[in-house]
C-alpha cells in the first residue's frame, strides 16, 4: 500500500521570503500523480500544484513549484514571495495513474503542514 | 458556480440519529469520492462512484454508513445510528477519469461538519 509522509506539523515563513515543505511518499508502482493541496481555515480544499510521475521537469505554478525527485522518493514545495493568503494546511497527496488493485485511483493523503505567514 | 457543493455545511445531531449529506459534483465528472476528514489530520478516502457505480468501499466505511449515487449525478452519504466517533468533517469531491483509470485532477467541496453530541 502506498503512505505519504508529511515531517513538518508546523512552519512558519516570514512575508515575501521562501519556504519549502517537505513531503516523502512510498510506492512500488512507476507511473503516479502527486499533488500538493492547500485547506485555508474555510475548509475547502484547493489544489496548488501537481506533477505526473512520467515527467522529468518540476512543476510549476506562479510562486508555487516543487522539487520531485523520483529515485529518492520525495516530493517538496516551494513557495516563493510568500503572501499573507498563503496561510493554511497543506497536504501532499499520491494518487495512482492506473486501476492497479485495491487504489483505483482515490488520493492518499499526507497528515499536513500548517504554515503561518508572518507579517 | 461550477464546483463541488455539498450540503448541509454544518450538521448537529443526538446520538443514535440518522443524517444524510447531499454532494453535487462538477457537472461533466463521472467519479465522485467521499472521504472524511477528523482535526489535525489528511482526509481519508471512504468510497467512490465511476457513474452510479460503487466501486469501492475503504475499511473505514462501516455498515452504518451508506453511500448511494441515483443515475451518476448528486451522491448522498448516509449515517444510520450516528456515534461520537462519527463527529468529522465529510468531504465529496469528484474527478473526470477516463476508463483505462487514467484520470485527472480531484476537485473538493467545502465539506459537511457533522458534530455528534
Known amino acids: 500500500a502506498q503512505t505519504v509522509t508529511q515531517s513538518q506539523p508546523e512552519m512558519s515563513v516570514q512575508e515575501a521570503e521562501t519556504v519549502t515543505l517537505s513531503c516523502t511518499y512510498d510506492?512500488?508502482?512507476?507511473?503516479?500523480?502527486l499533488f500538493w493541496y492547500k485547506q485555508p481555515p474555510s475548509r475547502q480544499m484547493i489544489l496548488v500544484i501537481r506533477?505526473?510521475?512520467?515527467?522529468?521537469q518540476n512543476a510549476t505554478e506562479n510562486r508555487f513549484s516543487v522539487n520531485f525527485q523520483k529515485a529518492a522518493k520525495s516530493f517538496s514545495l516551494k513557495i516563493s514571495d510568500s503572501q499573507l493568503g498563503d496561510a493554511a494546511m497543506y497536504f501532499c497527496a499520491y494518487r495512482s495513474f492506473m486501476n492497479y488493485g485495491g487504489s483505483q485511483g482515490n488520493l492518499i493523503f499526507g497528515k499536513g503542514t500548517k504554515l503561518s505567514v508572518k507579517p | 458556480d461550477t464546483g463541488v457543493s455539498q450540503n448541509p455545511r454544518h450538521k448537529i445531531t443526538k446520538r443514535g440519529q440518522n443524517v444524510t449529506f447531499r454532494c453535487d459534483p462538477i457537472?461533466?465528472?463521472?467519479?465522485l469520492y467521499w472521504y472524511r476528514q477528523t482535526l489535525g489530520q489528511g482526509p481519508e478516502f471512504l468510497t467512490y462512484?465511476?457513474?452510479?457505480?460503487?466501486?469501492?468501499k475503504s475499511r473505514l466505511l462501516s455498515d452504518r454508513f451508506s453511500a448511494e449515487r441515483p443515475k451518476g449525478s448528486f451522491s448522498t452519504l448516509e449515517i444510520q445510528r450516528t456515534e461520537q466517533g462519527d463527529s468529522a468533517m465529510y468531504l465529496c469531491?469528484?474527478?473526470?477519469?477516463?476508463?483505462?483509470?487514467?484520470?485527472?485532477?480531484?476537485?473538493f467541496g467545502e465539506g459537511s461538519w457533522l458534530t455528534v453530541v
Open positions: 457537472s461533466e465528472h463521472n467519479r
Open positions: 506533477q505526473e510521475a512520467y515527467k522529468q
Open positions: 510506492t512500488s508502482e512507476s507511473d503516479y500523480y
Open positions: 462512484f465511476q457513474n452510479e457505480a460503487q466501486l469501492e
Open positions: 469531491a469528484s474527478s473526470l477519469t477516463l476508463p483505462t483509470g487514467a484520470g485527472n485532477t480531484i476537485y
